[in-house]
Each structure stands twice: as structure tokens, then as C-alpha cells.
């Protein structure tokens, strides 16, 4: 198959978000936008946010692009649930260094450079499926951005005022380089998570990752991917996926070992997130995984990837 050129709509991914978003029509007619999406989806094209003079930087937190991902020059027919019209245009998930305030995001943070250097059409920007507790730092960016072919996108910029969550840091002059179409995903970031029994409430139910175990779990670490990603034929990584990873971890007497997850969660929900439910205390110190086990929803194979574990601040 020659990438860019013959596609098939993956089952779930971020990009792609079949799965998470077509289960969710029928909420959608029963209920109407008004009921779930608030301000998980919008179309401003413009920079509504108030100037309140916040840093990019605080108490050793950055206000950061951590990547952009050009995942599919045309997004399917079931992307106008998530902002009507968005069939057809590109979609590009940016991950950024924390979690993003979704009441001061609109379509207007954003700028868009092609290798032309000419500016990308916005048309909206949600943060769906990504959507459970500790997800809110992946927002995807759709629009006439530049195609693949002729014109790639090349850069991303946030032009407005888009703060983090906790109200302390503002994103804008925040700015990253695009991976390409043909590009593969990897792992962007790694985390511990405080609490992994939280349940999501943002959006519709079929967005709710599934949860690590109840017994037996003394530590977990979310992983984010640049975009969604499932097995070669659409499904969900099972124990087979769960084995792949790999995580060093630091006992208190500072000897390093490598253990497996022994549950993998965060699975069902469509979105670039997996929760690695682990039975150890020893301080996670990182994560990796071997290429070619995880597509996109370009069908496009991951890359060897590892990454250094952040931990819970």
C-alpha cells in the first residue's frame, strides 16, 4: 500500500475516532450538542480569551507543545459529530505539556504553517475522545491545513490565549514542528497517576477509557501516543500489546529492574492514551516500547519509542 493514497477508517484512534464517535451518535440525536460537548468542541475563529499576563513558565512547569501530528489529509463522514463540516478536512491531534483549560480554547489559538509557507484553514478544535481525567492535553486541530502531497503542514503555532488548567500558565508563542503523514506514532509522553479509580464526565459515556483492576494495583502511569493507535486490524491492544511495554523502574535502594504492566487500561475509549496498571511501588523511571505493533489511523506503524516517566506533581 503506498501511505497517503489508499486509506481504510481505523475502528478507533484519535484522529480517525470512528469508533469513540460513532458510537456516541445516537446520544448525539437523542440528546443534541448542547448536552455533552460544552466546550469540548469549538469553532471561534477567533481568540475570545482575555490577556491575564500569565507566564509560560512557573514553579518548574513549562507552557509547551510537546508534538503535532498529521494523522489523515481527510477525516471521515462520522467527524461532523464532533463539529458539523469537519468531513473531508484534515485532522492533526498536538499534545501539549500539561493539561489545557477547554473553557479558554478556541479555533483561533491556533496557526497552521504548510511548507509553502502559506497559513492552514482552522475549522474547529476539540479535545474529543481524549477526555477522562488527565487526558485534557490532547486537542485536535481540524481543518484545510495543507495537504500531504503538495503542500504539507510544517509547524504549529498557538496564537491565542490558551491557558493551562490550573489557571497559572497561558500557551501562547508556544509552537512545534509537524510529524509527517507517513510518520508513524510514538510515545509522547509518560506520567504517574495519582488516582486511577477516577471516572471521566466529559462527553459522551463511550468516551470513558476502561479502568486498571481493583486489586493488586499499587501504581499506574498513563501513556500518551501522538495520535490514536490500535492493532493492524482495527482492534484494541490485548495481553499480547500489554507484554510490549516496558517499564524500568528504581527500588529505594537505587537498584534499576525492568517489569511489565500487569493489566492494561484506558482501552475502549478511541482515544492516544493506555494506563499501565502495575503491582510495584519502585519509582517508574521509563517507558518504552518495540516498533511495529501499533498503527495509526494511516495504518502507519510505530516507531521504537521510549520515553522518561514524569512523576505526579
Known amino acids: 500500500m503506498i501511505k497517503g493514497i489508499s486509506k481504510r477508517t481505523k475502528i478507533s484512534g484519535l484522529l480517525c475516532v470512528t469508533a469513540a464517535i460513532s458510537a456516541s451518535v445516537v446520544w448525539f440525536i437523542m440528546y443534541g450538542p448542547g448536552s455533552w460537548t460544552g466546550n469540548i468542541s469549538n469553532r471561534d475563529l477567533f481568540d475570545s480569551t482575555a490577556d491575564a499576563g500569565l507566564p509560560r513558565e ?3 512547569k513549562s507552557a509547551k507543545l510537546l508534538s503535532a501530528f498529521h ?3 481527510a477525516l471521515p463522514r462520522v467527524s461532523n459529530v464532533i463539529c458539523r463540516g469537519s468531513e473531508g478536512n484534515t485532522g492533526m491531534p498536538v499534545i501539549f505539556s ?3 483549560d477547554i473553557s479558554t480554547m478556541q479555533a483561533g489559538d491556533f496557526k497552521v504553517t504548510t511548507r509553502s509557507g502559506a497559513s492552514g484553514t482552522m475549522h474547529c478544535v476539540s479535545v ?4 477522562d481525567p488527565g487526558e485534557l492535553r490532547t486537542v485536535l486541530l481540524i ?4 495537504p500531504a502531497d503538495s503542500d504539507p503542514p510544517v509547524r504549529v503555532d498557538v496564537v491565542g490565549h490558551l491557558r493551562s488548567i490550573d489557571g497559572k500558565l497561558d500557551f501562547r508563542g508556544a509552537s512545534v514542528s509537524v510529524t509527517p503523514l507517513e510518520d508513524g506514532p510514538s510515545i509522547v509522553l509518560a506520567e504517574v497517576v495519582e488516582d486511577w479509580t477516577l471516572v471521566g464526565t466529559l462527553g459522551p459515556r463511550r468516551v470513558r477509557g476502561s479502568l ?3 486489586e493488586g494495583i499499587v501504581q499506574a502511569v498513563r501513556v500518551t501516543w501522538e495520535g490514536g493507535v490500535t492493532l493492524k ?3 484494541e491492544p490485548g495481553e499480547v500489546e500489554r507484554d510490549q511495554y516496558t517499564i524500568t523502574v528504581e527500588a529505594p535502594d537505587g537498584t534499576r529492574r525492568e517489569v511489565k504492566p500487569i493489566a492494561l487500561a484506558n482501552l475502549g475509549d478511541g482515544d492516544n492514551n493506555h494506563m499501565l496498571c502495575m503491582d510495584t511501588t519502585d519509582r517508574s523511571i521509563s517507558v518504552s516500547f ?3 505493533i501499533l498503527t495509526d489511523p494511516n495504518d502507519d506503524l510505530n516507531p521504537a519509542t521510549m520515553v522518561y516517566v514524569t512523576p505526579y506533581r
Open 143 to 146: 481543518g484545510q491545513l495543507g
Open 128 to 131: 474529543l475522545p481524549a477526555t
Open 212 to 214: 486498571c483492576p481493583t
Open 58 to 60: 512557573v514553579n518548574g
Open 98 to 100: 500539561t493539561e489545557v
Open 290 to 292: 518495540p516498533e511495529g
Open 233 to 235: 486490524d482495527g482492534s
Open 71 to 73: 494523522g489523515l489529509d
